[in-house]
């Protein structure tokens, strides 16, 4: 699949919403007066497309409620190119007021402490001490990371999770100077966006370079290189040869925040700049929810509906979901559509395993990647439900990736980055 381009994306963007239950399938609830009421928690790129797409494909039958405690949201995605200010904050931040104006969704802006899953009234309690009934959760919190003794985020940001963080690294990259060391960690995998971490050692070291040189240290916890390998290892020992040292079955022991060293199974690193992105676990509220079954860290799904398997009525989309399928905002938004096309149809009371819907269940991620200040990489999967393993499986035609670092995959990077955050926030 080496001809991949924009509008493969869109064509992708279109069959992931799977057989969408159309409003009609709502008439009933809606003429007996019955409003349904979904809570959404979490704004990201899942919560923002489920609560989307449950208004639009009910016709604004469902009363849907999102919670999350920012007033925007800070794409991860694209988030690389604030680090080396080719884009600004602003480029990569969405308003949650506009899913309000365009499609009728409730906003509160608060942080979602626990939930009353037990009776048909479901609740959701909030920090500011609101209570939410309603008869629907879908839970989208993202990730949250496991701790390192001694890591201070203040002073080692991770910038895995787009903001403040985000700005923090940039700012410490626009301190840095031509000559210094700066030094990274990856997190064992699954973690967010397989190729980001090694997207972030390219575009660290292209403005090392651009400095006269200096060194960028990657410690992956993998044994290797997990996606992309022949391109991110080309990239490491040709375009940044002499800058880029690539260590792979690091141990994480821990870090000293103050002066910036990071203690490993293979030695102590010392850093100009340092940043370490802990190993990942789904958001905190799935934790305290005890909803982590999943290897200890992620929620236990069925991947008709992203229903928790032992949780009716309580859904869990996007990075903090247990499947194979890779973690990233295309694969969230994915998800998110085939779980609104779930509850409607669980509203409507149609069958979930038809098996119409079955054969067309699908989804697709994508993850574009900067090699150079110009130039870009792409790679994709497509998956499709196995009804005999009950489990969304890898289409081998649809992955695909980049033969070679360009200057189109640069530019087709902005147009389908603009396609995902209009399908998901706008
Ligand atoms: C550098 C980088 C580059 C990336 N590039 C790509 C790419 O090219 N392609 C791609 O598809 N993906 C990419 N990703 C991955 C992508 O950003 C994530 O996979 C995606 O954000 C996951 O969506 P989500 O909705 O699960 O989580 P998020 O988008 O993180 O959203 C989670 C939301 O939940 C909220 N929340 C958490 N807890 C609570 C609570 N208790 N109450 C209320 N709200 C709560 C948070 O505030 C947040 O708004 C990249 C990631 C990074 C870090």
Not at 131 to 160: E, M, N
Not at 172 to 191: H, L, R
Not at 320 to 345: E, F, L, V, Y
Not at 391 to 404: D, V, Y
């Amino acid at each position: 699949m080496n001809n991949f381009n924009r509008r493969d994306f869109i064509k992708l963007m279109g069959i992931s919403t799977a057989a969408v239950a159309t409003p009609s399938l709502l008439k009933t609830a809606s003429a007996a007066g019955f409003s349904p009421r979904v809570v959404v928690v979490g704004s990201g790129f899942a919560g923002s497309t489920v609560a989307k797409h449950l208004r639009l494909w009910s016709n604004n039958v469902i009363d849907v409620t999102v919670v999350d405690p920012h007033a925007s949201h800070v794409s991860c995605v694209m988030s690389n190119l604030v680090v080396n200010q080719q884009l600004s904050m602003l480029d990569i931040t969405f308003q949650h007021t506009i899913l309000n104006e365009k499609y009728g969704v409730n906003f509160i802006q608060s942080s979602v402490s626990s939930i009353n899953h037990d009776a048909a009234e479901k609740q959701v309690f909030l920090e500011n001490g609101q209570v939410i009934s309603c008869d629907y959760i879908v839970l989208a919190p993202g990730i949250s990371f496991d701790d390192i003794p001694g890591l201070d985020h203040q002073k080692v940001p991770h910038a895995w999770i787009a903001g403040p963080q985000t700005e923090l690294l940039r700012d410490k990259m626009k301190a840095i100077s031509g000559g210094d060391t700066f030094v990274m960690t990856i997190p064992k995998a699954p973690y967010r966006c397989p190729p980001g971490p090694y997207e972030r050692a390219c575009v660290i070291a292209d403005m090392m370079k651009k400095k006269g040189g200096g060194k960028v240290i990657v410690l992956d916890l993998n044994p290797k290189i997990i996606v992309e390998e022949h391109m991110f290892s080309n990239a490491f020992s040709e375009i940044y040869g002499g800058i880029v040292e690539y260590i792979p079955n690091i141990t994480i022991n821990s870090v000293d925040s103050d002066n910036l060293i990071v203690y490993t199974n293979q030695g102590k690193f010392e850093a100009d700049v340092l940043n370490v992105i802990p190993t990942h676990r789904a958001g905190k509220i799935i934790t305290d929810l005890g909803f982590n079954t999943v290897a200890d860290r992620w929620a236990d799904i069925n991947p008709i509906s992203y229903e928790l398997n032992d949780t009716p009525d309580v859904f869990v989309i996007g990075d903090s979901s247990g499947t194979s399928q890779p973690k990233s905002g295309h694969m969230a938004n994915s998800q998110a559509k085939i779980c609104a096309d779930a509850i409607i149809r669980k509203i409507a009371n149609r069958p979930l395993d038809s098996e119409e819907r079955l054969a067309n269940l699908t989804t697709n991620s994508a993850c574009y990647s900067p090699i150079t200040d110009k130039t870009a990489t792409w790679l994709t999967a497509g998956f499709a439900y196995n009804k005999i393993e009950h489990k969304m499986k890898a289409i081998p035609a649809s992955l695909g990736e980049a033969e070679l670092h360009h200057v189109d995959h640069y530019k087709d990077m902005f147009s389908w980055s603009k396609n995902l955050f209009e399908n998901t926030f706008m």
